[in-house]
């Protein structure tokens, strides 16, 4: 799969983020976990990239069988209801 460049910037943002797993990358990009951080080298500074390692490795929230919670999105207790079309409710 060729990638552009708006979808490596959303790959490293899928990374970055805590909650996101390797699996959600691989089910949407078809890249394997080895591959996204293959993808993090190329594509990072290699402060960056170290940081990024250290932060992810071990992480059960990158894992999808590691997790201990449900599947699901995450909503903080203090985020208000959505509801359709709020935006065009003003």
């Known amino acids: ?12 943002e899928m990374a970055w983020e ?23 080298r190329k594509e990072m500074k290699p402060k960056s990239f170290k940081m990024w390692r250290k932060r992810v490795q071990g992480r059960k929230t990158k894992h999808e069988k590691l997790r201990t919670f449900e599947k699901g999105r995450f909503k903080c207790s203090r985020q208000k209801q959505i509801s359709n079309n709020s935006i065009a409710k003003r």
């Open 18 to 40: 805590d909650r996101t797993t390797f699996e959600a990358i691989q089910f949407q990009f078809e890249l394997k976990e080895q591959e996204v951080i293959d993808l993090m």
């Open 1 to 12: 799969m060729v990638l552009d460049g708006i979808a490596i910037d959303r790959i490293i």
